[in-house]
């Protein structure tokens, strides 16, 4: 099987596939006034066909995992027929899902049977009134229930991401604790990452992953060896805890070097970083199955232009005004 791998010799099997750009809540460090779409694109999202002609291209060229993501991937009316489309590429054997989780509780034993192998879902607070306040939507009993539903419906573990602000719910370390004491949850708390529209939250509310690991530590949370799917989250375990802690921490030094990932926009264009420029578009050649070698050829040329790092820490942000289009 042909490997993606770069000049920097990092191995891309996971491809993170964003499916639409809508989204229905309002995550204050990601759409704090909602969805509202680009006037200047104005072009329609990757259809079922584009979106099993993208990821076979992929799988040709060694992706063993896809995570679908937005916007929110669930406001995809066929979004059962997106997850059995990655699935039909025999290779890809892990599909995840990053979620707001509204949908769950309805519709995720359908997301299993249809082929979907793991589920993240993003909670930023385990207060209800706050939850509120943070996204905009009065869904944070909606979203719990579809994490039972989810565990009834056979996911053996689920992964939650909070995004960590100061003040806001890194003053909460204990009711997370406590939440995953007898929980398989594994709880990965995200550095704010600052976005072109988000410069003012990020300077209020940025603090490190690595104040959230002094505290851990004294407690008897033990940092786990990288596992080969942690990508770059440091992962803690405590004997006492069912639940997992992971930081993911993208101003830590090194951070890039671990980069195992690709992206492809919900309008075709494939970026080599979160935080990277335009993309390179591979719309035109997802029209029909025949492009597949060009694709291909597309995707693996693009990837010579992959740079070592982001720039962040220079506060350049790239292309990136917020995370809804390329899916975090
Ligand atoms: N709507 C889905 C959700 O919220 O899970 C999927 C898309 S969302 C952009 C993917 C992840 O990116 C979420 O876990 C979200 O919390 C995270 N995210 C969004 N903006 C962020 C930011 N500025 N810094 C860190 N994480 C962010
Ligand atoms: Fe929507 Fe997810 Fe962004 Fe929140 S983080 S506004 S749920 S895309």
Redesign the pocket.
């Known amino acids: 099987m042909p490997q993606l791998i770069d000049a920097f010799a990092r191995k891309f099997y996971y491809l993170r596939l964003s499916v639409t750009d809508v ?1 229905n ?1 309002r ?1 204050t ?2 759409l704090p006034d909602g969805y509202r779409p680009n006037g200047t694109t104005n072009k329609s999202f990757l259809s079922l066909d584009e979106i099993r002609r993208v990821t076979h291209a992929f799988a040709e060229l060694g992706t063993e995992k896809v995570r679908l ?5 669930s406001l995809r009316r066929d979004f059962c027929e997106i997850i059995a489309a990655v699935r039909s590429h025999a290779s890809i054997h892990t599909l995840a899902v ?3 989780g509204y949908r769950l509780e309805r519709d995720i034993a359908n997301w299993r049977d249809a082929g979907l192998t793991a589920l ?1 879902v ?1 909670v930023d607070s385990l207060d209800a009134r706050q939850f509120q306040l943070i996204t905009g939507q009065d869904k944070f009993r909606q979203v719990m229930a579809g994490i039972d539903a989810a565990f009834a419906a056979g996911f053996s573990k689920v992964k939650v ?1 909070t ?1 960590l602000m100061r003040n806001v719910n890194d003053i909460h370390l204990d009711s997370f604790l406590a939440w995953i004491k007898t929980r398989p949850i594994q709880l990965r708390f ?4 600052e ?1 072109g529209d ?1 410069g003012d939250l990020f300077r209020t509310r940025h603090v490190s992953g690595e104040t959230i690991r002094r505290r851990l530590e004294p407690m008897g949370w033990q940092l786990q060896p990288r596992g080969r799917s942690d990508g770059p989250a440091l992962v803690f375990r405590h004997p006492d805890y069912r639940g997992e802690i992971g930081l993911i921490m993208p101003y830590a030094k090194d951070f890039c070097a671990s980069c195992n990932r690709l992206r492809v926009s919900a309008t075709g264009n494939l970026h080599l970083c979160l935080f990277g420029e335009d993309g390179i578009p591979l719309r035109d050649l997802l029209g029909e199955d025949a492009a597949l070698e060009s694709l291909k050829a597309r995707i693996s040329g693009g990837l010579r232009l992959k740079k070592q790092t982001h720039f962040l820490h220079q506060g350049n942000t790239g292309s990136t005004r ?3 289009f390329i ?2």
């Open positions: 989204c809540f995550c460090y990601c993501t937005g916007g929110e991937p990053t979620t707001n993240n993003s991401n995004v995200i550095e704010l990452m976005t988000g917020n995370l809804s899916g975090g």
